[in-house]
């Protein structure tokens, strides 16, 4: 299935809680690589291997993307 649409994109943020965006170190080099990627264009190239109907949830693209690149650095 396709994943959920973010809380960024339905304009809805959840009280008490903070964003990621606002905990993480803005410096740090990954944050960095990642505010360079396309992620729409990620979404748009990988989206046509999501289905509609079955199966499991979807996972966001940019999760599956940063998993994958940070379990072949380790």
Same mark, same amino acid.
């Given at each position: 299935?396709?994943?959920?649409?973010?809380? $960024?994109?339905?304009?809805?943020?959840? /009280?008490?809680?903070?964003?990621? #965006?606002?905990?993480? #170190? +803005?410096? +740090?080099?990954?944050?960095?690589?990642? $505010? $360079?990627? #396309?992620w729409e264009k990620f979404e748009k190239e990988f989206g046509k291997y999501?289905?509609? $109907?079955?199966?499991?949830?979807? /996972?966001?693209?940019?999760? !599956?993307?940063?998993?994958? /690149? /940070?379990?072949?650095? !380790?």
């Amino acid at each position: 299935m396709k994943p959920e649409e973010n809380s $960024k994109q339905k304009n809805q943020g959840e /009280l008490f809680r903070n964003r990621l #965006d606002q905990i993480l #170190d +803005h410096r +740090h080099p990954l944050y960095q690589i990642a $505010k $360079k990627i #396309d992620w729409e264009k990620f979404e748009k190239e990988f989206g046509k291997y999501y289905t509609e $109907k079955t199966g499991r949830p979807g /996972l966001r693209i940019p999760f !599956v993307s940063w998993a994958s /690149l /940070l379990e072949t650095r !380790v």
